[in-house]
């Protein structure tokens, strides 16, 4: 197609521009970055010299101006940024699926060069006010920052537009509430005297006594337990996910080091596992079944196979029901108020657990071993609360005290 140096109305052209027959304008430059020949269009000059502007500030920049990368969508960029990073399996279908389910079609085909701070503030206000939780918005949020991150670091784009963008959106996170003491005692005690649940007795000792979470205790197997010297081994946990073979068991490695651990068993946890091989023992279970390696597991159903993640809430919900009809039904019979368990899950134990051991007074450091966190604040959570309900409680006692000397 011909071009010329002047345009229509005689202005003369800039080294670089043309006028088209088709009556469009194009500017022809070198991408210093790449070497490659790119150009632009624009339907009059000072559109085109606009463009030019911007072309000659991005290459100062050192942001990339060819025309494949300005094409990116987030949805590719997120590709790109899955490849570099070294995630378990268990991990990667996570975030994969997170991606697919919330943002792929929400702003994923945004333009990653047109994307705005205002584009994701508004997918955010968008999750809020469907019901979404702060967690699971910060979460699609550490998803998007670091991919948006590498763009940055990739000279694709100057700012990440997620920058300064999570505060203020989503339900606040439910405050974990342990059970009391006389909570734990009564569900115990219900436990450990029903002809039905009594077999899970052992179970939630050593969920207690332990604080593990719930893969790592359904995980554990008879090779992880060593009671001569009172220790529990914790360096996997157990799945039930679709890593893409379907549904099935798998074992997965703790996200961090911190959650590969050796913890020291109490008399009381020693004597629940030494129970525990009793009952496995007299119920005959299969100790053959596999996973990914791994048999021998300590805590079963009847065919041997191990507990589901969700059947140990299942478990704790059904408990909870059993006593809170016996307890109505002996209210009624004492003339009294119920004073009924809240429905809990195998994390509300794990926190119960954390919280038992902050109240003795373990040292934090310790504690923080124990449970696996990976961050010292998450062990400090449940050692403030509690450091204020003793403040509270100082305080109620001083004016007793004032009153019984007045």
Known sequence: ????????????????????????????Y??????????????????????????????????????????????TLFERYMVTRELADTTRVSYV????????????????????????????????????????????????????????????????????SISDYGKPAEEKEALTVSQQEKFMEFVKQSNVYNTYYPMFTIMIGTGLRCGELIGLTWKDINIKAKTVNVDHQLIYKNLGDGCKFHISTPKTESGIRIIPMTQEVAKAFEEQRKINFMLAKDKSIEVDGYSGFVFTAKS??????????????????????????????????AELLPKFSAHVMRHTACTRMAECRMDVKVLQYIMGHAHI??????????????????????????????
Do not use: C, F
């Open 97 to 164: 699926r997170a991606w697919e389910n919330r943002v792929k079609d929400e702003i994923g085909n945004i333009k990653v060069v047109q994307l705005l701070p205002s584009h994701i503030k508004e997918y955010y206000a968008k999750l809020s006010k469907a019901g979404y939780a702060y967690s699971t918005i910060k979460y699609i949020h550490n998803l998007l920052y670091p991919a948006l991150e590498m763009a940055v670091d990739d000279d694709i784009i100057r700012k990440n537009p997620a920058k300064s």
């Open 377 to 406: 604040d998450v062990t400090m959570e449940v050692y403030n609360h509690i450091g204020e309900l003793t403040r509270i409680e100082k305080e109620i006692a001083r004016l007793d005290s004032m009153a019984l000397n007045a």
């Open 1 to 28: 197609m011909a071009i010329s140096r002047k345009d229509p109305k005689g202005r003369k052209l800039r080294e670089g521009e043309n006028w088209r027959n088709d009556g469009r304008y194009s500017y022809r």
């Open 30 to 75: 070198t991408d210093v970055r790449t070497g490659k020949r790119l150009t632009v269009y624009a339907q009059d000059l000072p559109e085109l010299r606009e463009k030019e502007k911007q072309i000659a500030k991005d290459m100062e920049d050192n942001i990339l101006t060819d025309g494949a990368i300005k094409k990116m969508t987030l949805n």
């Open 304 to 337: 041997g196979r191990p507990l589901m993640p969700n059947g140990v809430n299942s478990v704790l919900y059904n408990i909870v029901d059993a006593y809170n009809k016996v307890e109505v039904e002996w209210a009624k019979k004492e003339h009294r108020k």
